[in-house]
């Protein structure tokens, strides 16, 4: 099983969105008519959210479901629904997760991705990067310069260790603690030392793609996507991430105004359509990847790559003009579920599900044995009738 998360800074303007009817004959607003034919391959997912507040500070939490300043306090520090995922995969593929998109907006941008250290994964900014990271071998040289960066990190870490096993014994308990999480950054390191010391001697895939060049995120969209189907189909990765922050660059969609001013549209008509112009162009980016997935065949199976990759499409914004986080817009597609419906979840405050729930369920989809993450109290059921 796969996992790709898309998350943007702003999420969707709430009544271009949002159909009035549920069920199998939900209708195609204006932001739903690109996924017109992939209707039986999609679920829209009503009246989930993490109940944050804080507007843009709070989108962070999009994938992890906590503030970020809060994540210490959490079981399993606050890590993003991808970085569990990915630490499943562990070494089985040469990248547990990739990272990409925009890495900077309002305050830091969309910031979706988080370890169980609290270290944010910052993205990689475009294709050209994704692609030399995918398809290009380094050289000897190169090659034999990491194999002695490995070695010196591996030395550091046996001597980093022993003093802090040393000091342990002399520490309160509240600095026992604050040990205790850099000895979780500690193990972090190792795991990755260990998956580049696999991976060093393992040739990457070929393609007949050239070497792309960027050029910026709006008209690198449909390339980064074919990039991850790529990274999916090579089992280069099983599980990746796209982040759409503030320096999307409208302009190249014919659009002045910037993509966070429109967004606090202030209920003028011409800057509304203007931002249902460029949310509806990140539908259409979604609609694509998710026909070529469906069109790609898994190997050695009569199923297809879509049935064995879940696509979440959302946001950590559920209304960027009102500064809120609730009722959040999203989009579920493949991974096996029961699909072709818009599941809307009880609305009223006190019986209200998280959207965590949803991220147990897909957990667990993707072979976990989990019944909990962030602020979950349960799973959600996607396979019956609606």
């Known amino acids: 099983m796969r996992m790709v998360c898309i998350g943007n800074e702003f999420g969707m303007h709430p009544e271009s969105f949002w159909p009035k009817t549920t069920g199998a004959d939900f209708e195609f607003t204006r932001l739903l008519k690109p996924i017109k034919n992939i209707r039986q391959d999609v679920s829209l997912l009503g009246h989930l959210d993490h109940g944050l507040k804080g507007g843009h500070f709070a989108i962070h939490g999009f994938l992890t479901g906590v503030h970020h300043a809060e994540a210490s306090a959490m079981e399993e520090g606050g890590i993003s629904l991808d970085q569990k995922a990915a630490e499943f995969v562990g070494s089985r593929t040469r990248f547990p997760s990739l990272n990409v998109g925009s890495d900077n907006g309002i305050h830091g941008g969309c910031q979706m991705v988080w370890t169980r250290t609290g270290t944010r994964v910052p993205p990689i900014p475009g294709p050209r990067e994704l692609f030399r990271r995918l398809f290009v071998d380094e050289t000897e040289d190169s090659k034999k310069k990491e194999k002695q960066r490995i070695a010196l990190q591996h030395s550091i870490l046996d001597a980093v260790r022993e003093d802090a096993a040393d000091l342990k014994r002399r ?160 989009i579920l597609a493949g991974g096996g579920f029961r699909h072709g419906v818009f599941r809307e979840f009880p609305k009223a405050k006190n019986s209200r599900l998280p959207l965590s729930n949803l991220f147990v369920t897909m957990l667990q989809n993707f072979g976990l044995e989990t019944d909990r993450f962030s602020q979950s109290t349960g799973t959600l059921d996607l396979n019956s009738a609606v």
């Open 171 to 330: 520490l309160n308990r509240n600095d026992e603690q604050k040990l205790d999480e850099y000895f979780s950054s500690v193990r972090d390191v190792e795991r990755k030392l260990t998956l580049d010391e696999k991976w060093q001697t393992v040739p990457k895939p070929k393609t007949k793609l050239s070497e792309p060049q960027n050029a910026g995120l709006v008209k690198d969209m449909p390339l980064i996507y074919d990039l991850i189907a790529l990274a999916i189909q090579t089992d280069s990765t099983r599980v990746a991430t796209l982040e759409i922050g503030h320096s999307f660059a409208v302009r190249d969609l014919g659009i002045k105004k910037g993509y966070h001013s429109l967004s606090h549209h202030g209920k003028v008509k011409e800057n509304i359509e203007q931002l249902v112009q460029i949310e509806t162009y990140q539908i259409e980016q979604f609609a694509r990847f998710v026909e070529k997935l469906k069109a790609l065949k898994e190997p050695e199976s009569d199923g297809t790559l879509l049935d064995r990759t879940m696509v979440l499409h959302g946001s950590g914004m559920g209304n960027a003009n009102s500064h809120t986080n609730g009722d959040l817009p999203l």
